[in-house]
């Protein structure tokens, strides 16, 4: 199959020859005749580059627009053509006059915007959710879809000259980066938008539809233009970067595991790096934070808004079969999604981001990314914020600008320009400074047991006491099961210190061990991690700043180039959930499979809370609290399980920055 090549400059090869001084003396002659060649520095356009940074001396306004359907290397939707990808790019007029760039690719599911969903029950009976029931529930928006990804942007008609100058392009990459000499692209995921194929939920398929636009812009894919006229990528470089927010910001981790030439840097915020963990934790259905009852194929449903969508009902009609919400098990089907089995192909640059508060994509994503980064030395760098599923831009403009400029203009244009000889990390505090340091967790972190004694958490083992609760989970929020630890409540289990001596920093994986039995309906036991103290707190979201906006790049008709400061949004309470963990008992052993489970029979439990950094301060009283049920993430079954746990034997393990 013929594959368009990229076009360059002619250049001529001079050959050495055996001929004698003559004939040289004769080419050197004739050569000393012909005018000099004139000089092609000023004629040619060229990257401005001052201090070992791109600067913007090219017109965003105007940019060609360009749209290209690009051919995967699948067939997901058994039509017996290969799938394509719609791409639509912006970059520099003067790649027309032979400018090469390199292109920043944002891959996402939600340009043609969403479908509505109904979802799955999580009040369950005692057999659970009937294999292959479609679901039931409220229509929502899944949990993946930020405010920034519901933006739908306009498909424009025309031909690949079609100038950009008055469509405005969602995000701040076009303002800030085309001026400096990148290109711009959007990709619609395979079957969204203009791209054939099916959504899959994170499936091989997505990957490498993704994968085929940095193909395209090296030359080893094809590609036509809106009129079906085959068309190339003359002006890149090859040379391409991919950043996103939530599924845009999974997929380039996605694309880096499949080691494609070309990837040389992702931006992954508040992405997944495995989709067992995004639906399924501890051999338990666990839902995303505020999306109970979402899984693989809701998600797909909602994105599905290609064309001919019945061609696909197969497809997710086999996702709601394969996902398994009955067992919860580590199945083929996650497995074939979980990119951390591949971290060691990963050539890109990465810099992570996530926000501490994150329970939508919880952190754990971000945690086992970077310790499988630093496992096979990929080069890295982490951004941990205190807000949850947002864009991090506005919150800390200037210093995010900066990095990922430096980011780029290093990986993308072989600048030295310092990205790596910075500190790799940057961590918010609870006073919302930024702290610098090498490493996550800090070097210096040491493990620290605390024993789950009758008279709460000490450095030591106390008298083994059996303690039991009984589950209300399915109505009661744990938000209110944890509240007032002092008061004894018969529907949950709460060991604290006393007031601590001094500022305590959890940064890491708490990890929870537990002699425990469950007598009843519900297989979960969830532990919860308690700050408790009055206090001012970052929660999840963020406030926009109107009396503080700040233009970053250039602006078009309908987009300014400006944007608004944003601050956390903060609330003031007794206490604060800072970690959770859960484990399906019946997966003790294994996530891959069940055990069988003797009902009131204790068994040693362990498992993993979310990765987190946070400080417990002076004077506040730390607290771990066991129940089943989580109201807000696991199935609920009926109510009245018993849950007994040995005290004096059972412990939780905190990582403690020295």
């Not at 970059?91 to 891959?107: F, M, Q, S």
């Not at 395209?216 to 894919?221: E, P, T």
């Not at 493990?447 to 589950?471: C, F, I, Y």
Request: aromatic share 8%; with cysteine.
């Amino acid at each position: 199959m013929a594959r368009p090549t990229r076009t360059g400059k002619a250049h001529t090869a001079r050959a050495r020859t055996a001929y004698g001084w003559g004939t040289a003396l004769l080419a050197v002659s004739l050569l000393a005749a012909l005018p000099a060649p004139a000089a092609r520095a000023a004629d040619e356009p060229a990257l401005s580059i001052v201090g070992n940074r791109t600067q913007p001396v090219f017109s965003r306004a105007d940019a060609v627009h360009q749209q290209v359907d690009v051919e995967t290397e699948v067939d997901s939707d058994g039509d017996g053509r290969r799938d394509t990808v719609r791409m639509r790019i912006l970059r520099p007029k003067e790649t027309d006059a032979g400018l090469k760039v390199a292109t920043i690719v944002e891959a996402s599911p939600y340009w043609a915007g969403g479908n509505d969903v109904r979802y799955h029950d999580v009040d369950v009976d005692v057999d659970g959710l009937p294999a292959g029931r479609r679901p039931a529930g409220g229509e929502r928006v899944p949990g993946l879809v930020t405010p920034y990804e519901e933006q739908e942007l306009e498909q424009e008609q025309g031909n690949s000259g079609l100038t950009a100058a008055s469509a405005p392009w969602p995000g701040y990459t076009d303002n800030y980066f085309l001026p400096r000499g990148y290109a711009v692209a959007q990709v619609d995921s395979l079957g969204t938008g203009g791209s054939t194929g099916c959504p899959t939920s994170g499936g091989r398929n997505e990957t490498l539809g993704a994968k085929a636009a940095v193909d395209w812009l090296n030359g080893r894919a094809r590609g036509w233009d809106p009129q079906g006229r085959p068309v190339g990528a003359a002006w890149s470089t090859g040379d391409t970067a991919m950043m996103g927010i939530s599924y845009n910001g999974t997929l380039p981790t996605a694309v880096a595991t499949t080691g494609v030439e070309g990837l040389k840097a992702i931006v992954p915020i508040s992405g997944i790096s495995s989709w067992y963990d995004y639906y399924r934790a501890g051999g338990g259905v666990v839902a995303p934070g505020g999306y109970q009852g979402e899984d693989a194929d809701i998600l797909a449903e909602y994105v599905h808004t290609r064309a001919d969508r019945e061609v696909c009902r197969p497809v997710i009609d086999r996702l709601t079969r394969e996902q398994d919400r009955v067992t919860g098990d580590f199945t083929p089907f996650w497995q074939e999604r979980d990119y951390l089995r591949d971290a060691d192909r990963i050539k890109a640059g990465v810099f992570l981001v996530h926000g501490g508060n994150d329970w939508n994509v919880r952190t754990g994503h971000f945690g086992q990314l970077w310790e499988a980064l630093k496992k096979h030395d990929v080069p890295r760098k982490l951004w941990l914020h205190q807000a949850g599923h947002v864009n991090p831009m506005p919150l800390r403009m200037e210093e995010w600008l900066d990095r990922l400029h430096l980011w780029f203009d290093h990986w993308l244009y072989g600048l030295d320009n310092g990205a790596l000889a910075e500190p790799a990390v940057e961590v918010e505090q609870s006073d919302f400074s930024w702290r610098r340091q090498s490493d996550w967790p800090a070097r210096g972190t040491r493990d620290v047991r605390l024993w789950l004694n009758e008279g709460g958490l000490a450095p030591l083992p106390g008298k083994p006491v059996r303690q039991t609760a009984t589950d209300r989970g399915r109505t009661v929020p744990a938000e209110q099961l944890v509240a007032d630890p002092g008061t004894p409540r018969p529907d949950r289990l709460a060991y604290t210190t006393g007031p601590l001596p001094a500022d305590l920093r959890v940064n890491g994986v708490p990890e929870l061990s537990v002699r425990a039995s469950l007598d009843g309906s519900s297989p979960y036991v969830t532990a919860l991690l308690v700050d408790y103290g009055t206090d001012t707190r970052a929660t999840a979201g963020t406030v926009t700043d109107t009396s503080r906006q700040v233009c970053y790049g250039e602006g078009v008709p309908g987009d300014t180039g400006c944007a608004y400061r944003t601050r956390h949004r903060t609330e003031t309470a007794d206490f604060k959930i800072v970690s959770r963990g859960w484990l399906d008992i019946r997966n003790r052993h294994s996530i891959e499979r069940q055990s069988r489970v003797v009902e009131g029979r204790e068994y040693r439990l362990e498992w993993a809370m979310q990765p987190q950094d946070h400080v417990f301060k002076k004077g506040h009283r730390l607290g771990v609290v066991l129940i089943s049920t989580d109201h807000a993430h696991t199935l609920r079954h009926p109510a009245g399980t018993e849950l007994a746990v040995r005290a004096g034997v059972s412990s939780v393990t905190l990582p403690v920055a020295g």
